[in-house]
């Protein structure tokens, strides 16, 4: 178990939590990568001013910042198995929306 202190980060004053560890490097960076394309449609649909588009960017953003844990259920608090099971899912739903199977 790690100490509480690795659980977080902090940037500008803010605590922000970690990307829980247990999650396969190869997930967590497929999800980064979700996370990255979804921060920067959220930037362009608030250009735009288009709503749809701001709400799916925010919604790929949420599903991958769940599949880091983090957001949702405290990592550190849960057994790892479905930690990674439910990284493993963020990924597939997010793969999904990219091939319009979702």
Same mark, same amino acid.
């Given at each position: 178990?790690?100490?509480? /202190?690795? +659980?977080?980060?902090? !940037? &500008?004053?803010?605590?922000?939590?970690?990307? /829980?560890?247990?999650?396969?490097e190869?997930?967590?960076?497929?999800?980064?990568? +979700?996370?990255?394309?979804?921060?920067?449609?959220?930037?362009?649909?608030?250009?735009?001013? /288009?709503d749809?588009?701001?709400?799916?960017?925010? +919604?790929?953003?949420?599903?991958?910042? +769940?599949?880091?844990? @983090?957001?949702?259920? !405290?990592?550190?608090e849960?057994?790892?198995?479905?930690?990674?099971?439910?990284? @493993?899912?963020?990924?597939?739903?997010? &793969?999904?929306? &990219?091939?319009?199977?979702?």
């Amino acid at each position: 178990m790690s100490k509480p /202190d690795d +659980h977080f980060f902090v !940037v &500008d004053g803010r605590r922000w939590r970690r990307t /829980d560890p247990a999650v396969p490097e190869e997930t967590a960076a497929a999800l980064r990568s +979700h996370l990255g394309r979804g921060r920067n449609a959220v930037k362009q649909a608030k250009r735009s001013g /288009d709503d749809a588009a701001l709400a799916a960017a925010r +919604h790929r953003n949420g599903l991958a910042k +769940h599949g880091l844990g @983090e957001r949702g259920p !405290v990592w550190w608090e849960r057994p790892e198995a479905d930690r990674v099971a439910d990284a @493993e899912r963020a990924r597939a739903e997010l &793969d999904a929306l &990219d091939d319009g199977t979702a």
